[in-house]
């Protein structure tokens, strides 16, 4: 900064005032200590700034998901960005794998970096362990997976009751023979949906213990090979509900290669880009990443303005988007 300051021939607090895009300095000026900094190559150093800035502030926030190659997550990271970079803040994401020991590991790794809050899809049995920086007044808000063991804000979607919705809506078109495709039974998410499935059939009449289910299905492979195995069987369903886009791709995999995509009825949860360009589109229990992240975005940024009220769990409905595959009758 002395360097860019000698260059413009101004004094080291015009220099930071500028950077800072603070008032009180003239446009001739402004304009002289920017041509100064671009001839130096200059930046702003923004975590040495925070040492003197009132609250050690960073202006950054870290994001832990799932996996940043997952196309909901991807939409919940850009939702956060676009929010918080109106205040300036930057988002610094990791991928957790859905490990909890990688979940742990890497909130530190974020404390250590003195992050100014964070936004966490949680793994790991409990969260008590961020209760003592919690309680000194890191704010922390979760989506998607409600945190155990510690009271924090969350956003997350309406799992059971979409699940329900979906179940329902294979009902009404005739389904009795339906199968259920699942996530890892440790994962919240996962267990929601499944019971929401599985407490609408029983509502109506379905015999809920005659009905294949597939649970731990991590990846699109897994849950190809287990729509084989189903569809393979000597009764095999008519319908088939999977509970998250990597396992529909997997049964729609499957469908293809048995050729089958037109006789099997499917509703997926979670909506994906192209799903109306297959034939036939899927059916899916949408969710909606964009409004979970500026929620989850607003949340934060109204925690590190000082908001100590109750923490509250917002729920975010989905919705069912019929294109087709959820709406075939059943095959002789």
């Known amino acids: 900064m002395r360097h860019v300051a000698a260059l ?13 895009d ?18 130096l190559h200059y930046q702003l150093d923004m975590a040495a700034g925070s040492l ?14 799932p996996s940043v190659a997952n196309p909901f997550s991807s939409e919940i990271h850009r939702a956060l960005e676009d929010t918080l970079a109106e205040r300036g803040i930057a988002v610094f994401a990791a991928s957790l794998d859905d490990d909890p020991e990688r979940e742990k590991a890497l909130v530190a790794a974020f404390l250590g970096r003195r992050v100014d809050g964070m936004v966490l899809t949680p793994i790991a049995r409990s969260q008590a362990y961020v209760i003592p920086e919690h309680s000194r007044d890191m704010p922390l808000v979760f ?60 509502r109506a009449g379905v015999a809920t213990a005659s009905v ?8 699109e492979e897994s849950a190809r090979l287990a729509a084989h195995e189903l569809l393979a069987a000597e009764n095999p369903p008519t319908a088939i509900f999977s509970s998250q886009n990597l396992v529909t791709f997997g049964v729609m995999r499957a469908l293809k290669e048995r050729g089958e995509s037109h006789r099997v009825a499917l509703v997926g949860f979670d909506d994906f880009t192209l799903a109306d360009m297959v034939e036939p589109g899927i059916t899916v229990i949408a969710q909606h990443p964009e409004r979970i992240g500026k929620l989850a975005a607003e949340r934060l940024l109204a925690r590190i303005d000082g908001d100590v009220a109750a923490p509250q769990t917002y729920v975010v409905p989905s919705e069912l988007i019929e294109r087709g595959s959820g709406e075939l009758p059943p095959s002789d």
Do not use: C, W
């Open 8 to 20: 413009a021939g101004v004094g080291i607090k015009t220099v930071s005032r500028v950077m800072n």
């Open 52 to 65: 003197r800035r009132a609250g050690r502030k960073t202006l950054s926030i870290g994001l832990l998901l």
């Open 212 to 219: 294949p289910l597939r649970d731990g299905l991590h990846d």
């Open 143 to 202: 989506i998607d997976r409600e945190p155990v063991g510690i009271e924090a804000d969350a956003v997350v979607t309406d799992n059971a009751a979409g699940s329900a919705r979906a179940a329902a809506h294979l009902l009404k078109h005739g389904h009795t023979k339906l199968a259920y495709l699942g996530d890892r039974p440790d994962i919240q998410t996962a267990r929601e949906r499944r019971r929401g499935f599985m407490e609408e059939l029983g």
């Open 22 to 39: 603070e008032p009180g300095v003239s446009e001739a000026t402004r304009r002289r200590v920017l041509g100064a900094s671009q001839q």
